[in-house]
């Protein structure tokens, strides 16, 4: 790992890109080293970005366990917004990861934060037609009653659309 860190300007630059490529060994190996969490790429992105765009669950879980034997605010990292005004949450909705949305679910993943195209989780996989993830969503969060009724909209369509490519 010593080797590999050396081409990267520092500790948390090697682990945001452990976090993106999947290397479990290289990225629990930082918490060693008591590597910031907060730390950002030029994206402004997070290690959890990284691992929900990705899929990599098993160290997404990994952090969530170090953020919590640390103290640290688990909450503003899985809610941290990257340039675009986008959470770990929204990613994992555009990337179809139906493993890691639950987990950021139970973890404090805040449903209602918009990117700067004024859209939430929901609206951004209604809009994609990602129908498993509206399902996952529906399953696994509690709705206002106007996320309830958009939501009830967009799962009409989302039917009706299906029922018109049947035909």
Request: aromatic letters at 8%; glycine letters at 4%; one cysteine or more.
């Amino acid at each position: 790992m010593q080797q590999e860190e050396e081409q990267y300007s520092c500790l948390e630059e090697f682990f945001i890109d452990s976090c993106r490529f999947g290397d479990y060994e290289d990225a629990i190996g930082c918490f060693e080293d008591n590597v910031d969490l907060f730390w950002i790429d030029i994206n402004q992105n997070n290690c959890i970005h990284m691992v929900s765009a990705n899929g990599h669950l098993s160290i997404l879980v990994e952090i969530i366990q170090y953020s919590k034997k640390t103290n640290i605010d688990l909450h503003k990292l899985i809610n941290h917004q990257n340039q675009y005004g986008c959470t770990p949450l929204h990613w994992a909705v555009f990337n179809n990861q139906l493993a890691i949305i639950p987990v950021l679910l139970q973890n404090g993943a805040d449903i209602s934060i918009k990117n700067l195209n004024g859209l939430t989780c929901i609206d951004e996989a209604v809009s994609l037609d990602k129908t498993e993830v509206v399902e996952l969503l529906s399953k696994n969060i509690s709705l206002t009653e106007d996320q309830q009724q958009t939501f009830n909209e967009a799962t009409d369509i989302l039917e009706q659309e299906d029922e018109d490519q049947v035909e």
